[in-house]
């Protein structure tokens, strides 16, 4: 096929070979099958910010940390820089979290490389060497329904232990391969401590798998796995080789609310005086 624009970088710099066929194409990214020498690979092209669809929500970004201060300021302001910066970021931590998720054994793409907006990662396929279908349009026994459960749940774990959450699990972006569930589809990665959605987000992508597999296994759907991975989470015994049980007895200790929000009131100061600092630095430099 003809060589995309946004690929012609990568052909003439010798990192892909072929574009054999576009084959997909979503509110992120449009993605095609690639030729790196011998090897198939997908290129993944994110599109440009006012082409997407996907709402950069601020439940996804906080915690997400910008280093330098400049960038923070700008992007917090929303000026023409700062909505660059914001974007950039956004892509970034797709990417980081994709590399960040392969390297701590999560079974992900495994990501080639990224250059101008394009990443170049694994392409899942099948037992037939097919590109691999979505968990979605795969007919399920039950016994297969239990089994990808069980190793998902195990991802799930995985990624939180690597202080990550997906934030947006579903049937939708879990490829079928080969060997079994792939995750794929980053875009919305939440940092596990540094993000207060941080404990539904988990709940809601193990609750999702929960609803998918119980269709098949409708055992499944009177576990709680969700809560019990965040439980463990929080009291620090979580580790890949945990021992699930699926259930989860809430926690009947009284909350002591005066304790709660003096943690609140610190936070609001010491907020206000970082603020305050931040102008002082502005003031100074002009």
Request: with cysteine; net charge negative.
């Amino acid at each position: 096929m003809k060589v995309p624009k946004r690929l012609q970088p990568l052909v003439e710099d010798g990192l892909v070979d072929e574009v054999v066929s576009q084959l997909m194409s979503g509110k992120e990214a449009q993605v095609f099958v690639v030729r790196c020498g011998d090897e198939p690979r997908c290129a993944k092209v994110f599109k440009e910010a006012k082409q997407r669809s996907f709402k950069q929500a601020v439940a996804y970004q906080e915690g997400r940390k910008v280093r330098n201060s400049r960038r923070a300021r700008a992007m917090s302001k929303k000026t023409r820089y700062g909505q660059r910066e914001q974007e950039s970021a956004w892509l970034n931590a797709e990417v980081d979290a994709l590399y960040r998720l392969a390297e701590a054994g999560v079974r992900v793409p495994t990501p080639y490389g990224f250059v101008d907006g394009v990443l170049l990662m694994e392409m899942i396929v099948d037992a037939d060497g097919d590109v691999a279908p979505r968990l979605d349009d795969v007919e399920l026994t039950p016994e297969l329904a239990l089994e990808y459960h069980q190793r998902l749940i195990g991802e799930v774990v995985q990624m939180l232990c690597a202080g990550l959450i997906h934030g947006d699990l579903s049937e939708f972006n879990i490829l079928v391969g080969a060997e079994g569930p792939v995750i794929i589809d980053l875009p919305q990665a939440v940092d596990a401590a540094g993000n207060n959605n941080a404990p539904w987000m988990l709940v809601r992508d193990v609750d999702n798998l929960r609803s998918y597999f119980g269709r098949f296994a409708p055992a499944l759907l009177k576990t709680d796995y969700g809560k019990e991975i965040w439980a463990l989470y929080e009291a620090g015994e979580l580790h890949p080789e945990v021992r699930l049980t699926g259930r989860f007895v809430p926690d009947a200790t009284l909350v002591d609310v005066s304790d709660v929000m003096q943690v609140i009131d610190a936070a609001r100061e010491e907020a206000a005086e970082r603020q305050a600092r931040e102008q002082d630095d502005d003031e100074q430099a002009w």
